[in-house]
């Protein structure tokens, strides 16, 4: 009940920088908590970083803390991954997702609502 459409991905060199949105659309997500997953080729799923829709508190998983950014727009019911100094090891899928309640969680297994994914490559 919560569709999530993502877009933004694409490929980028080393160094470089991507946003990636996710759109909720005709709903409202106070109480709800987004968050950013990647799954690289041949590995699994890891959470990227997520943010609490009410308040705006974020947490970040240590590989990516300082240079991606969640940001949200309670207007247009979107959410924002900025990744800046873009490294290779960052070419994965990256999947917007959502659940309900107001503190971030690292668990996939916590979020009810995904979006379908978008590919980002970082090329060297």
């Known amino acids: 009940q919560v569709p999530l459409v993502e877009s933004g991905g694409g490929l980028v060199q080393a160094g470089g920088s991507l946003r990636l949105s996710c759109a909720a659309s005709g709903r409202t997500l106070s109480s709800y908590t987004m968050g950013w997953f990647r799954q690289a080729p041949g590995k699994e799923r890891e959470f990227v970083g997520g943010?609490?829709?009410?308040?705006?508190?974020?947490d970040y998983a240590d590989s990516v803390t300082g240079r991606f950014t969640i940001s949200r727009d309670n207007a247009k019911n979107t959410v924002y991954l900025q990744m800046n100094s873009l490294k290779p090891d960052a070419t994965a899928v990256y999947y917007c997702a959502a659940r309900r309640g107001r503190l971030v969680t690292m668990a996939g297994a916590t979020y009810g609502y995904w979006g379908q994914g978008t590919q980002v490559t970082v090329s060297s």
């Open positions: 943010i609490s829709w009410s308040d705006g508190s974020t």
